[in-house]
């Protein structure tokens, strides 16, 4: 598996060259994930833009993916899927975002959103 790394404070981003996405290659992608969100951030975005193919396995391992991220305050933003995909991942928390322009302005914007919610809980306290 190839793949790009952009990485910034608030997110990292993931290109990979994979075509089919089974228990092989979900493992190694979801590898990489967490090697990032241990690294860096808790935000991870994956294109993967050149995904023809994905069975139940690695549906599952990803699935699996996005509930454990999003239990530690992070993030799974999959970007450029093909439709089929996306019903395939309806119920799980993974979000998926047509480009990885708006996932990158998605992530601005859910860490507005939790800083403003954090702030109405410090004023509850008070």
Known sequence: MNY???KSDQYSLIKTDIVALDKNTASMLIKKVRHEVA???KYVIVNI???KE???DATRELI????ELRENDGLLII???EDTFTRLFAKADITFIPTDVEAVDFVFMDQ???QFLNMGDDADTK
């Open 49 to 51: 833009s050149g995904v």
């Open 112 to 114: 507005l959103e939790k």
């Open 79 to 81: 970007t450029e899927a």
């Open 4 to 6: 790009t790394i952009e």
């Open 39 to 41: 690294s860096s951030s």
């Open 54 to 56: 994905c069975n139940a």
């Open 64 to 67: 699996s993916l996005g509930v």
